[in-house]
């Protein structure tokens, strides 16, 4: 199943860029009278049939649209360090966005090895895997941010920092404190979830470079309300404890 | 923290292949005296000191040996049809060594685009992946098996099928039938859990290719005994698929 992206729809109809178009025109043979599906990055899908197929920018009347085509009943942004090695990176932006995550917020700690990040490849990264996974909501990529301007900001919702502090005694497993927050809110991941609850639960989730956030990050981010969990006893690298952490998410709303 | 594999430990001391050797003298310098850690590939974690720091085979007389060491509380065989992109798979054995996995067995399906496997990459690559996590049990990767041949194995423990059977009546969530197995057995995974559990849980989950499993396949598997679960409403791909049950494999038992 082919899926093109547009962010150029109104009512009536959705233009394709020229990449788009080519590919639509030039390398999938659609003729006018096609149809096709596309999807707007926002969450809407649309059955469309071609009335331009013009390589350079095709055009579609809408036949229907479907909202929250492949959405999850959760915001989840992943607050991650990028990684020295980027392809590590990279890699956890196509996977979050196959289970679902809606924003991913490179972050720059005092111990990251990598301070420059571009967001460009993430950007087309997480656009095919959107498309490939059937998804019509595009997870927003953001420029690297400082740690101490991104806890600055005011977060609403779950807020969760996965961080070794010794002795674990203020840690908790990250699966507890997300059935905990479910059962005290909205009951979504509860058998009584009721999927047209409006609020769905927003969740942020902060993952340290390879050299952990210092104590003084960690200790900054409790003041500002980020519960410290834990991802089990495994020794996970930095995108694989960001990945586990997507899945617990996932995993927590498995019966939506 | 660097860690040396050897699998010629016996009582008193562990002798390095060239290459562990190499590394250790060359590479990192150590001398006759030096302590190093080995580990043996069967769940053992030896504390030593070198004896004879020869670059061809250094071998280090043991001081303390710690077994079960970076273990998981159960024991998970992931038998997964490979990719047709074979870095996909290979990335797969490194998520899944750092989590937790004991054998990963290629699965050749009838819808499998990749029919052949040469498992020496992935081998390299779990044994890299099970230092770096700090574990000391090597994963066995398998030599590729048709999916018929692996059913008509006699295999114990809890057996899963990922597969979309029409109509999903016939599916359970994974963490469902997770929580219904862990409860019905020997109480891991509960609050109730004693890490000294001598039988710990044998589970077997199969993943099937791009194309998935046949009907028929899926329904051989389920007359062997396998039960059909969901990972939920993702469209994943097989590696993430994959990764996906192995971490809710780990999650399940998060609190070991």
Redesign the interface.
């Known amino acids: 199943m082919e899926i093109f992206y547009t962010d150029m729809v109104d009512g009536r109809e959705a233009k394709l860029d020229s990449e788009e178009s080519t590919h639509a025109v030039k390398v999938l043979r659609h003729r006018r009278g096609d149809e096709i599906t596309v999807v707007d990055g926002l969450g809407n899908m649309f059955h469309c049939r071609l009335t331009d197929d013009s390589p350079k920018g095709a055009v579609a009347e809408i036949l229907e649209k479907v909202p929250g085509w492949?959405a999850?009943p959760y915001s989840l942004n992943m607050a991650v360090c990028p990684t020295k090695n980027i392809d590590r990176l990279e890699?956890f932006c196509e996977?979050a966005t196959?289970?679902?995550v809606d924003a991913i917020t490179p972050i720059i700690g005092e111990r990251s090895e990598r301070r420059v990040f571009k967001p460009e490849r993430c950007k087309k990264i997480v656009l095919s895997a959107m498309k490939?996974?059937?998804?019509a909501q595009l997870p927003t990529v953001f420029d690297a941010v400082p740690l101490k301007d991104f806890l600055s900001q005011d977060v609403p919702g779950l807020k969760l920092i996965c961080y070794c502090f010794e002795g674990n005694a203020r840690r908790k497993?990250?699966?507890d404190v997300l059935n905990e927050y479910a059962t005290k809110t909205t009951g979504i991941g509860t058998a009584n979830h009721c999927p047209e609850t409006p609020d769905e639960p927003k969740i942020t989730i902060l993952i340290g470079p390879e050299g952990d956030f210092s104590p003084e990050e960690a200790n900054l981010a409790v003041s500002r309300g980020y519960i410290p969990v834990h991802?089990?006893?495994?020794?996970?690298?930095t995108e694989?404890a960001a990945?586990?952490a997507v899945?617990?998410t996932?995993?927590h709303?498995?019966?939506?």
Chains 1, 2 share one sequence.
């Not at 490939?132 to 998804?135: A, D």
């Open positions: 492949g999850h890699w996977k196959e289970l679902g490939q996974s059937l998804k497993s990250i699966t991802l089990g006893q495994s020794r996970l690298r694989t990945l586990t899945t617990a996932y995993l709303f498995i019966h939506y």
